[in-house]
Structures are given as C-alpha cells and as structure tokens.
C-alpha cells in the first residue's frame, strides 16, 4: 500500500489519559501535515513539517499537543491529559512539495469519555 | 483572517440535474483544491487547480478557478446517486503550506 497510513483508526480514552497517534506518509512526500476534523466541520490545519523541521504551528495546537517527525519519515502526534473537546478525527496528510496535492489518510477518530 | 466560504451548505438534487457549488477564498496565493469525502471516511482529492482561467474535468465533475473574483466552482452534470458526499475546496495560503478548508456542501442525489 503507498498511500498515507494511520495507526490506530479509532481509539477511545478517558479524560486525563495521554494519546499518540502515528502517521506513515506517501514514501517521497517530505511534507507532512495534521488537521482535525470535528463534526459536521471541515478539517482545520493543527501543523506540518517538511523533513524534520516542524515549519508551521496553528493556534490551535495547545501546549498539550506535540508533533514529531524524527527522521523525517514518519510522524507522530501526542495529546496529553487529554479533554472532551479533543474528541474529533485527526488526518494526516503528505505532499510533494508546494502547490501539489495533498493525500490524506483514513484519519484516526478520538472519542474522550 | 483567511477565510474560505462556500455554499450551499446542503444541496438534495434529483439525478440528472446540473447544478455548481459555489467557492469563495480570501488568500492571493491563488491555489484552490477540491476534495471528497464519504461518511466516516477521509478525503479524496478530486481537483487541483493553480491558475486563473483553471478548468479541470473529470467525468460528470468540473472544477474552475476565477481568481480575480476569488471564485472557485464546481460544477455537477447530470448527478448520479453515487455522487452523494460532501464536498470541500480549499485554499492554499500564500507562502504557505497549510489548507483553509471551506464548511462544506453536502450533497444528497435521490432518484
């Protein structure tokens, strides 16, 4: 499969619990980019890297979530002591470069009990 | 603040018909992208676009761009059942990377 992978696709956690989520993306792409999607929203840009260099944050990304991209390879997002408005479905994606496409993958759905 | 509106926000039209869903973006960077997404699924790309005058086809789906207006369309000819999702554009900001996506039209095709 050369497409973007996502691990796990669902995951359920109670509140105050810590959560990582993993990103494999497109083999050449060296951008590498995190949305989240709530209900009935469109997705909203959290972060993304080039490489390994992490380019741009979103105002959205509290101090309770980090991302990495260790080797440029792939990614991972941590949320800690996680909240009920962190209940959304995070997607990953990856790029070529600027002005090509972006390829998402199947998104890993939070649910914060 | 970098914004992308489209509408309508909900579309139920009955196969055969034509109709456009409507884009309106607020960068200059003049890079807008159209994509799927199927319940409970992820987002497929269907369009790219990066120049004015942009036009793109693909089967009963087309995609323009009219960047002096900031206007994006997608037009539907003659809607299938199998074309019911939800819709996104999105645009690119300038000297950036990241995607502004629009709320969506969710499109529902009947019989």
């Known amino acids: 499969d050369t497409g973007v992978s996502q691990d796990p696709r669902h995951k359920i956690t109670k509140r105050g619990q810590n959560v990582t989520f993993r990103c494999d993306p497109i083999s050449e792409h060296n951008r590498l980019y995190w949305y989240r999607q709530t209900l009935g929203q469109g997705p909203e840009f959290l972060t993304y890297?080039?490489?390994?260099?992490?380019?741009?944050k979103s105002r959205l990304l509290s101090d309770r979530f980090s991302a990495e991209r260790p080797k440029g390879s792939f990614s991972t997002l941590e949320i800690q002591r996680t909240e009920q408005g962190d209940s959304a479905m995070y997607l990953c994606a990856s790029s070529g470069g600027l002005g090509t496409e972006a390829f998402f993958g199947q998104g890993t759905r939070l649910t914060v009990v | 603040e970098l914004k992308v509106e489209q509408n309508p926000l909900f579309l139920s039209m009955q196969e055969g018909k034509n109709y456009t869903i409507y884009c309106n973006y607020s960068?200059?960077?003049?890079?807008l992208y159209w994509y799927r997404q199927d319940p409970g699924k992820s987002l497929e790309s269907l369009f790219v676009l990066l120049s004015n005058g942009a036009v793109k086809q693909e089967g009963r789906l087309m995609a323009s761009l009219d960047t002096k207006a900031r206007l994006s369309t997608l037009h539907i000819t003659a809607a299938v059942h199998d074309l019911s999702a939800t819709y996104f554009c999105?645009?690119?900001?300038?000297?950036?990377?990241?995607?502004?996506f629009g709320t969506g039209t969710r499109l529902q095709v009947f019989p």
């Open positions: 960068t200059t960077s003049d890079r």
């Open positions: 890297f080039q490489n390994e260099a992490q380019l741009e």
């Open positions: 999105a645009d690119q900001g300038y000297n950036t990377d990241k995607l502004i």
